[in-house]
């Protein structure tokens, strides 16, 4: 992927927290969220920007879950499997998952539209099993439901 | 307008349920108060078994064991005048307390006027008159002990970096909260930011810190945005920046996020992460009071913690000391989840039993199975097994118990989880956050989750649960951090309160609450069977055959044990065994 703008975003995240000490992890959240993951090239960039090698940069980024090497599908399906989420069920969601986009944890379905990622947690155990997609989020949620909720995504995505 | 709310139940009740409603909507209707009346019926209001249950808004007053015969009279005194029907009303002490929530829900958190109009920085504001050892001793009045999870005296912690001397002092709130199963700092976060960026400040204070610093996940976006919101609303106050409130006090506060590291939460590795490196923590001491961010004398404190220091300092130490116990103070908020009717936070004096927070806040097991245990404290933490139940909630009756406090994840568990399952989910989750830097947390917990997973698919022996309890032993001794020290409780106090179960798995190879898949068969009992065939429609194997006349039978060489068939069966012919 060649993103042209490269430099310029980059610089402009780099700016922002140039003067303060222990900046790389905030500097990489501020690039994550421009692309949504932290593309080897704007690390390339940040090292240069930064004069600290590429080694120090990906000493990090690959350290933290939350840092992501790959683009990110269109949607991101989050299964959670906090303690709460395991205990209602959230495995055999995952199962189903798996089952109808046959895709691992942490890949995206070949079409690039899902990516199937598990969380630990998302601070809403009240409404376990929780599955999130984007944005939305789905309570106490059944098997039998993981098609609709893909099928739901998968229209939007035909519509666009 | 009043507003009787009235609680939907499932069952028997249902048809009287409605009838009650309708004839409550009409009676209102035929006595012309319509307009000030309204009946909504409610998916939940808290009170169980108690027959046609409703709630009278504003007033709150819960009525229960309804019928209709009562309408005319809750109309008449309630509606009308506002009064009370002692006869029929819960007789509920709110078993409650809520210091660390108390303005959660209740004010607009992005308000600082809605904060300040509920006594907010009235803490600061009093902790400047009395001068940073007057707050320390008053902290030492109060007895707060951190919320993090290992109950270290606040006050300590403040005298020790007060007492060491530096050009620069830091404070860290630490709002890394991994714990699967506990959320309360991100909703003190979310709902009230003023008070915990206050209880910052007065730490600050008392320990000469001029800057400080929220640590908080990245995945929880509303609760930096808040805080980010508070903190720039509270420097156009003059609130944090130079001359505070107009004394000499200077304080500045920025925020630093987490990146999805449990480690994180340990503090030399929240130390390592603010400075931008690997989230690995080093051995102490020096402790990070002595030497913390950049080498400068560090306090970190817990978010709920600091949200309890600016309560403290504004009733003052000896106010807050008489709640709670001799050696636990205050309140402790937990999140309640797991096989909960009223799943939750609930924020409770410290001394309170456990049973009372189960059965009477959280309304007992669904679906009124069997309560099994409950687990406190995430994956540092252990289960506690029924008969324990009646122990008060302190820091070191816990710890007796095999658990701690932890930081509030408070998971109950009925009888259909599986306690090996249990300690292998927790195990597994510290094994995957491990940061790999010390031997006995990297080798020893993969290796106790090995043997964990053999046992699960029944293919244990004997000697490996003496192997589980040493290897667990050593991690507690050895490792380098709290997450390594800590990562075998679950499995210590599995053992120790559970040992039948695991002896079920290696000596029976049957698992007892049928949750181990490769432990678990299924079959069809035709007596039952109608021959629907749900459950050859779901099998993603293709091992169940028959026909509405022969019925249905499982092939056990090609089933995978899924439990699809289980679930789908209306007629509870497949049997788990």
């Known amino acids: ?138 309570s106490a949620v059944k098997r039998s439901d993981i098609v609709d909720i893909i099928a739901e995504h998968a229209k939007i995505y035909q519509k666009n | 307008m009043k507003r009787i709310l009235i609680q939907d139940t499932n069952g028997e009740l249902k048809k009287v349920l409605r009838e009650f409603s309708v004839s409550f909507k009409s009676q209102l209707q035929d006595r012309g108060l319509s307009g000030q009346a309204q009946v909504v019926v409610v998916s939940d209001i808290g009170v169980y078994n108690k027959g046609i249950v409703a709630k009278i808004l504003p007033e709150g007053f819960i009525y229960i064991n309804l019928d209709n015969a009562h309408i005319a009279d809750i109309i008449e005194k309630t509606v009308l005048k506002g009064e009370k029907i002692d006869a029929i009303a819960l007789d509920k002490k709110n078993k409650q307390l809520r210091i660390v929530l108390r303005n959660c829900g209740i004010i607009d958190p992005e308000s600082i006027e809605d904060y300040i109009a509920v006594n907010g920085y009235q803490g600061i504001a009093r902790a400047l008159e009395l001068g940073p050892e007057k707050v320390i001793e008053d902290m030492k009045k109060s007895g707060l002990r951190g919320r993090g999870g290992a109950g270290f005296p606040t006050w300590l912690k403040w005298n020790l970096a007060r007492n060491v001397k530096a050009d620069e002092k830091f404070i860290i709130c630490n709002g890394d909260e991994g714990d699967p199963g506990a959320y309360m700092d991100r909703s003190v976060l979310e709902g009230d930011p003023h008070s915990v960026i206050e209880g910052l400040m007065i730490g600050g204070l008392a320990t000469g810190a001029t800057r400080g610093f929220f640590y908080i996940r990245a995945e929880y976006p509303l609760a930096i945005q808040r805080i980010q919101k508070a903190i720039d609303v509270a420097y156009s106050k003059g609130l944090l920046g130079k001359n505070i409130l107009g004394s000499n006090f200077n304080f500045d506060v920025e925020i630093r996020l987490g990146a999805g590291a449990f480690v994180c939460g340990e503090e030399t590795a929240l130390i390592a992460s603010i400075e931008g490196l690997r989230g690995y923590p080093r051995p102490r001491p020096p402790f990070p009071t002595t030497k913390g961010l950049w080498g400068k004398p560090t306090v970190i404190n817990n978010v709920e913690t600091l949200a309890n220091v600016s309560y403290v300092l504004f009733k003052g130490g000896e106010e807050f000391g008489k709640i709670g116990t001799e050696g636990s103070k205050g309140t402790k908020v937990f999140a309640l989840t797991g096989k909960v009717r009223n799943s939750g936070l609930v924020e409770v004096p410290m001394g309170i039993s456990l049973r009372e927070i189960v059965f009477d806040i959280g309304g007992g097991v669904l679906d009124n199975r069997k309560i099994k245990a409950i687990q406190t404290g995430g994956p540092s933490g252990g289960v506690i097994p029924e008969h324990f139940f ?81 290897i667990a032993e050593a991690m507690q001794k050895a490792s380098l951090c709290g997450l390594g020290q800590t990562a075998p409780n679950p499995v ?44 050859s429609r779901v099998c993603p194997v293709i091992a169940i055959t028959g026909s509405r006349q022969d019925k249905y039978a499982i092939d056990k060489v090609k089933c995978i044990s899924c439990g699809q068939c289980f679930e789908v069966c209306k007629f509870k012919s497949v049997v788990r065994q």
């Open chain 1, 1 to 138: 992927m060649v993103i042209e703008t490269l430099s310029e975003d980059v610089k402009k995240c780099v700016d922002r927290w140039k003067d303060r000490e222990g900046n790389l992890i905030m500097i990489l959240h501020d690039v994550q969220d421009r692309y949504g993951y932290v593309p080897r090239e704007a690390s390339l960039e940040i090292s240069r920007q930064l004069d600290a090698p590429l080694a120090r940069i990906y000493e990090v980024l690959t350290f933290y879950n939350y840092f992501k090497l790959q683009a990110p599908g269109k949607f991101n399906l989050s299964v959670c499997l906090g303690t709460a989420c395991y205990l209602k069920g959230a495995p055999t969601l995952i199962d189903q998952v798996r089952r109808i986009l046959h895709v691992e944890e942490g890949q995206t379905t070949k079409d690039g539209m899902f990516h199937l990622q598990i969380v630990r947690c998302l601070g809403c155990c009240g409404l376990a099993p929780v599955v999130t997609v984007g944005e939305k989020v789905y």
């Open chain 2, 390 to 470: 009646d122990t008060p909630v302190e820091y070191e009756t816990l710890q007796k118990l095999g658990s701690i406090m932890g930081s509030g994840g408070m998971i109950v568990m009925d009888e259909n989880d599986c306690m090996v399952d249990i300690s292998k989910f927790y195990l597994g989750f510290c094994v995957d956050e491990s940061c790999g830097k010390c031997a006995p947390c990297r080798i020893g917990g993969m290796e106790m989750l090995l043997l964990l997973k053999k046992i699960a698919q029944g293919k244990g022996v004997a000697e490996d649960l003496t192997k589980l309890s040493e």
């Open chain 2, 492 to 535: 210590i106090s599995t053992l120790k309160y559970f040992m039948d179960e695991y002896k079920a798995h290696v000596f029976d190879k049957k698992c007892p609450s049928a949750k181990c898949a490769s432990l678990v068969t299924y079959s069809i009992n035709k007596e039952e069977c109608t021959g629907c065939g749900m459950c």
